[in-house]
């Protein structure tokens, strides 16, 4: 009984902080896709308002994967007796912040086509992993929740930046 209240509790806090650090990515897409010249009548500097934003979308984003990242990193440095799947996943676990930072620099909307993609893989790959080695059922249908959030909105800047091509 106390093991399964601490699980709910766990569960509860990562849920709560997760959908909080969804926040910034609600906030820079709606404004994104508000009037760009609503934004450009209201903030000096006009259309560099519009291109700070997108930067701050892009650099928030490549923070999270590097976050997701670090969550696979881990796990596998945690559950591993030091053999080569452990070292594969170590691998592959800094692939995520690698591609945000790649994609950072990538010119839009392309970026957050990169950034979606990105988001949609490491989605992918935890949730196939929940239940197993350490990680429990519940981060998978989080991980799922998280990843439907972070590529709509991915998607929703990759269709207000393609538009102002």
Do not use: C, H
Not at 55 to 69: C, E, P, Q, R, T
Not at 109 to 132: E, Q
Request: net charge negative.
């Amino acid at each position: 009984m106390q093991e399964e209240r601490k699980e709910v509790s766990v569960e509860r806090t990562a849920t709560m902080l997760a959908l909080l650090g969804f926040v910034p990515f609600a906030i820079f897409t709606s404004l994104l896709l508000a009037d760009p010249g609503l934004i450009s009548q209201y903030a000096e500097g006009g259309a560099a308002a519009v291109g700070t934003l997108i930067d701050a979308l892009k650099l928030y984003a490549a923070i999270v994967l590097s976050f997701v990242g670090g969550i696979r990193w881990g796990l596998a440095i945690a559950n591993g007796d030091g053999g080569r799947k452990e070292s594969e996943a170590l691998v592959l676990a800094a692939g995520p912040s690698l591609i945000g930072w790649f994609s950072f620099f990538m010119g839009e909307p392309w970026s957050f086509a990169v950034l979606a993609a990105a988001f949609a893989a490491t989605g992918w790959w935890d949730s196939r992993a929940a239940g197993t080695k350490g990680m429990p059922d519940w981060f998978g249908r989080l991980r799922v929740l998280l990843t439907v959030l972070s590529m709509g909105t991915m998607i929703a800047a990759f269709g207000a930046t393609y538009s102002a091509m």
